[in-house]
């Protein structure tokens, strides 16, 4: 069943039902065989028996067929960015494939977007359900025209997986959407507790003035976030987002306020007093911002990993510090848990790592959920009236579904645990190299944090380009590092294949 799935993913639904009774006796003998060589060399079961044993490189990259498919791209759509043109339909759990016939191991996974393989069987049973179908061709307008069952659509998939104390959920399209929608919900949260309570109704002053972009009724409120941090690319979420000017050039931004993050040295246990002291200093800075700053901050954004900043990491003492400046001076404390959620850590949301005695007062998140969206609790952050926080599609029930079928996924195969214990086993591996070619592998980072791990190269570029010649697709991010984003399905062997690529490409 599994091999069939595979093979009928991108064929039209239409046609599913005529071949069901095809066999592939042939590819599963190989499959098998190759599993089973797997199992002998690595001690573990694959989670998907007819991955491919290896990558595949036939061609250079962009080989002759995906040069000819980008030009013909380019002439509708901008392709300089493009990292790889994929063939999806030949891809398959941790290995991605283009046009050439070039098959690659992908620890980059869409930028850390998914979770469980490509063509993932169980994800494609989800898609082909009636309940996926109705969901696609009937897409509600959410707020105006939810769907019946979407209070348990939400209760069995979202918010089985909420952050502790966090019951309720407010759904939309892309992570910089939820940054944004979190950011409205604490401005709102903020001006009703200054007009004096969810009964006081607006004045005729701030009625008038919000019209013409100006104060009572806009008021000069701010967010805080970090330098380096990444929180999106919309106008409040650009406003926080302190990574590359290229991101914020030619766009007007909001007058907020950034306070340092931590420059951690590494290796950790040789830099204990030195780390401390830097952390300490953040957190001085971040509450003096927040004391002192012209426009009032309303909360604070912060994510566990600032992850296309560089892959910097802080110690759980330091994100414990703002929670507790955030509670003393009544600021929300917003947790972009965007790129680091969903068990890339080793824990289903990386903030479970702080071990925090009260929750954020909301967690965004998107990526690997498919979906997007953020968390909370406080009833206070549900506007005192409606359509106030409020669009045409307000989420996707069929993206929602499927991050139902994901969570069903991922604890069918314990795929956190697994993602834990194959991090360690990964980092070892990486710590060896480290200490082998210490110029080419700096600053190694992510240790006890699952495969969310980085380090920083001398010839990052170089290094990401010339990877893809030795079977492997990885990503970097700031100016230096190398970061890692392998899927949830990421086992101890293409950790193995990972490590021996790295050592190639290091020496």
């Known amino acids: 069943m ?24 042939s590819r599963a003998g190989a499959t098998a065989a190759s599993a089973v060589m797997r199992e002998a060399q690595s001690g573990e079961e694959p989670f ?17 067929q995906s040069q000819k498919a980008i030009k013909e791209l380019d002439r509708v759509f901008d392709t300089r960015s493009l990292n790889m043109l994929a063939n999806y339909q030949n891809s398959f759990g941790n290995y991605i494939a283009d046009l050439d016939g070039n098959v690659l191991l992908d620890v980059y996974a869409q930028i850390a977007s998914i979770p469980v393989g490509y063509c993932n069987p169980s994800l494609l049973a989800a898609a082909t359900s009636p309940e996926m179908a109705s969901a696609m061709i009937n897409r509600p307008a959410l707020g105006n025209f939810p769907q019946h069952d979407w209070a348990l659509i939400l209760e069995t998939g979202v918010l089985k997986v909420a ?20 950011y409205k919900a604490a401005f709102m949260w903020r001006r009703r507790q200054e007009r004096g309570g969810p009964d006081v109704d607006f004045t005729a002053e701030e009625i008038a003035s919000t019209m013409n972009n100006q104060s009572p009724g ?3 409120l701010s967010i805080l976030s970090f330098k380096s941090a990444f929180h999106g690319r919309l106008f409040a979420s650009l406003s926080t987002t302190r990574s590359k000017p290229i991101h914020k050039l030619d766009i007007p931004a909001f007058d ?12 950790l246990e040789d830099f204990v007093t030195e780390n401390a002291r830097e952390e300490q200093r953040c957190l001085e800075e971040t509450e003096d911002l927040i ?5 009032p901050v309303a909360a604070v954004v912060v994510e566990p990993v600032q992850s296309e900043g560089g892959d910097n990491h802080a110690s759980p003492s330091f994100f414990k510090g703002l929670r507790e400046i955030t509670k003393r001076h009544n600021v929300l404390f917003i947790v972009d848990e965007v790129q680091t959620g969903v068990g890339a850590t080793g824990k289903f949301w990386a903030h479970e790592h702080w071990n925090m005695a009260e929750p954020p007062d909301m967690v965004t998140f998107s990526k690997k959920a498919q979906t997007a969206g953020y968390y909370f609790g406080n009833p206070d952050l549900r506007p005192n009236k409606p359509y106030r926080q409020f669009n045409t599609w307000m989420g996707d029930p069929a993206r929602t579904i499927l991050f139902r079928a994901i969570i069903h996924e ?3 195969l314990n795929l956190v645990e697994n993602t834990a214990q194959v991090g360690e086993y990964l980092y070892a591996g990486l710590e060896r190299l480290a200490q082998q070619y210490p110029k080419e592998i700096q600053n190694l980072r992510g240790k006890g944090q699952g495969t969310f791990i980085a380090w920083d190269s ?21 100016e230096r590092a190398v970061r890692l984003r392998p899927m949830l399905i990421f086992q101890k062997h293409h950790a193995d294949i990972l490590l021996d690529a790295t050592e190639k490409l290091v020496k």
């Not at 104390?165 to 979190?182: C, H, I, K, P, R």
């Open 2 to 25: 599994t091999a069939f799935l595979r093979a009928s993913a991108c064929l039209p639904l239409a046609r599913l039902g005529a071949i069901r009774s095809i066999t592939t006796t």
């Open 48 to 64: 998907f028996p007819d991955e491919p044993y290896a990558p595949t490189i036939r061609t250079s990259i962009p080989g002759p």
């Open 163 to 182: 952050p502790r104390g966090l019951n309720q959920v407010f759904t939309a399209m892309a992570g910089s959407d939820a940054n944004e929608t979190a």
């Open 218 to 220: 806009s008021p000069q």
């Open 256 to 267: 907020w306020p950034q306070a340092s993050f931590p420059h951690i040295k590494y290796p």
């Open 291 to 295: 004391q002192n700053f012209h426009h």
């Open 410 to 412: 991922i604890e069918r």
């Open 458 to 478: 001398p010839r990052r570029d170089d290094f990401l380009k010339k990877a893809k010649g030795v079977g492997v697709n990885i990503g970097g991010s700031g």
